[in-house]
């Protein structure tokens, strides 16, 4: 988790093409179709053909081509500079310069994969980089306002001794999807969100595991736990429906609160402990399903495929000691402190 600084939630290229004003340009995407989710942060009016060297990325750059009208080399690097720059798209008014989409700079926008769209009613480029920065500023305006919003609830369910599941509950409410809390190890510490779409997750948990681990896409978002610049877990937004940027800033909120709630906890049961204690009373008290608690269990690290489970009952020893056995003794198995002196042990051993 690194120090928070406000995104601009973007558009994508897409979303631009669909708004009215646009529309009524008779907009045509010949080349680059398959990049129109691209986000779309600012728009440029531009026409040099190196225009890529003022360029940040992420922009949607509007041309006439006047000043690339007759000169197939620079309509090519024009296109070229644009994808160097990471430009989002480029869009052409098809007028005197260009009466129809010129060949050498569909040819080399499809060689880059940047979208490529002619505007075959031309219209002032002012209306549209009006409409799509006031838009920028009014997505940003709300991912702020939810950003502070989160922050305050969290910090005050926090200061008020608040458990770790309030916390990850308020977060899914926030997000709309289910949220997942591991360590390092992907072993799940904490859920939160509607019942059965968290069991659908836990379900297939490995795959989500590996993938919420290394990329981002179709709404899995994960921020970084740590503490002192040593991570130690992740939480992971599975299948936020928002803008994107949103949902990392929202996951990166949810992030700095549970640090804090970690390093408040003072020498209280660590999250692992909790984590095992509360899979073992839904065990032991019968009102969760046994399907529902497979996916949990082996979701916790535990193997459940050819497996027999084993419940103990362990007197006078704490699950922290109990643990520690257990990985000595090289057998999976959680802990879990029932009472003052009773601690419960579920064994996952081979058949």
């Known amino acids: 988790m690194t120090t928070w600084e406000p995104p601009v939630p973007a558009l994508s290229v897409r979303q631009v093409l669909a708004l009215e004003r646009v529309l009524a340009g008779e907009p045509e995407v010949v080349a680059g179709a398959g990049r129109l989710d691209r986000p779309v942060r600012w728009v440029h009016v531009a026409e040099a053909a190196d225009v890529g060297v003022m360029l940040s990325g992420g922009e949607m750059v509007l041309t006439t081509g006047v000043l690339l009208a007759g000169d197939e080399h620079k309509q090519t690097e024009y296109v070229r500079s644009l994808h160097r720059a990471e430009a989002s798209a480029v869009v052409l008014g098809l007028g005197r310069a260009f009466p129809s989409p010129p060949e050498a700079m569909r040819r080399a926008a499809e060689r880059c994969q940047l979208p490529l769209v002619v505007l075959h009613r031309p219209f002032p480029f002012a209306q549209l980089t009006e409409e799509v920065q006031s838009r920028l500023v009014r997505r940003k305006f709300a991912a702020v306002s939810l950003s502070e919003a989160v922050r305050t609830e969290l910090t005050a369910l926090i200061t008020g001794g608040a458990p770790l599941q309030r916390l990850l509950d308020e977060i899914a ?21 509607e019942r059965s779409a968290v069991d659908d997750v836990l379900r297939d948990w490995e795959r989500i595991a590996r993938q919420a681990g290394h990329t981002e896409g179709d709404g899995w978002i994960r921020a970084e736990l ?35 709630h970690r390093m408040l906890g003072g020498a209280g049961c660590s999250w692992e402990e909790q984590s095992a204690l509360s899979l073992l009373t839904d065990l032991v008290g019968g009102a969760v399903p ?3 608690l497979l996916p949990r269990a082996r979701a916790a690290g535990l193997p459940v495929n050819r497996r027999t489970f084993v419940p103990l009952v362990v007197r006078g020893r704490r699950a922290g000691s109990l643990d520690r056995t257990l990985r000595l003794l090289g057998l999976p198995g959680i802990a879990g402190e029932m009472s003052a002196t009773a601690t419960a042990v579920l064994l996952s051993l081979a058949r």
């Open 173 to 193: 409410r926030h997000s709309g999807c289910p949220v997942v809390v591991t360590n390092l190890a992907h072993r799940v510490l904490g859920t939160a969100g």
């Open 226 to 260: 740590d503490g002192r610049g040593e991570p130690w877990g992740r939480l992971v937004l599975c299948g936020y429906r928002g803008d994107t940027e949103t949902g990392r800033l929202l996951a990166d909120r949810a992030a700095e609160a549970l640090v804090l």
């Open 290 to 292: 046994a399907r529902h």
